[in-house]
C-alpha cells in the first residue's frame, strides 16, 4: 500500500536539491538581476577616478568603521529630508562608478558624508575633527581618531603637517603632527563632492521626450 508518510519524508538528496533551488533562486535575485540592470550605467561627466592616496584613506576610511556610523546615500525628497539637511541631491548608480566596495552604510549615527568635500573643503578643520570631534562639533559623540597622530613636545621637523588645533586643547610648546595615514583619509574626505548634476535614466529621458 502507498505510504503518505514515506513518500513526504525528507531525505538527504531532497535536502541539497532544495538547497540548490533556493540557492539559485536567491543568487538570481541578489546578484544576476542588479548585474543585468546595472551593467551600461554610464560615469557621469563631473565623477572622477579616485587617486591613489584617495584609495589609500578610503582604506583607512574602512579599516576605522566610518561607515557603521555614516552613510553616503542620500535620499529623494519624497523619502526624507537629506536635501534639507545639506546633504545635497538623491544618489544614482552611476555615483558609484568608482566605489569598489562601495560603502553606502546602513546608519546614521552621524551625518551622511556623500558630499562631505563640498560641504567642508578644509583639510585644517577636517584634521583637527579626526583629533577631537567636540572642538568643532560641540556635543558630538563620535570618537576622537588620537591614534593617527602624534603629540610631541618641541617643533615639527621639516615636511611634517602640523594640525591647527582651537586653543586650550593642546598644552603650550606642544605640537600635533598629523600621520600618514589620517593625511590619505582626509584626502578621500574631501574627494567626497558629488554636486555635478545627476544622470537620468533611459527610462526617464523618453518620458520627459514625449
Partial sequence: MFNKGVYWEMDELRIVIGSMVILAIATSVLVVLPYLLLEDIKTPEGLKPYTQEQLKGR???????????????????????????GWGRASVAGDYKYDTPHLLGTMRTGPDLFNIGARQP??????????????????????????????????AKEG?????????????????????????????????????????SESRETRDGN
Fill in 59 to 85: 582604506k583607512v576610511y574602512i579599516a576605522n568603521g566610518c561607515v557603521y556610523c555614516h552613510s553616503q546615500q542620500p535620499r529623494d525628497p519624497s523619502l526624507g529630508p537629506d536635501a534639507k539637511r
Fill in 122 to 155: 578644509s583639510k585644517d578643520w577636517h584634521l583637527g575633527h579626526l583629533y577631537q570631534p567636540r572642538a568643532y562639533t560641540p556635543g558630538s559623540i563620535m570618537p576622537s581618531f588620537a591614534f593617527l597622530f602624534e603629540l610631541r613636545d618641541g617643533p
Fill in 160 to 200: 611634517e603637517e602640523v594640525v591647527n588645533l582651537p586653543p586650550g586643547y593642546i598644552k603650550e610648546g606642544q605640537v600635533l603632527i598629523a600621520g600618514p595615514e589620517v593625511l590619505s583619509l582626509v584626502k578621500y574626505l574631501q574627494s567626497l563632492d558629488h554636486t555635478y548634476p545627476a544622470l537620468k
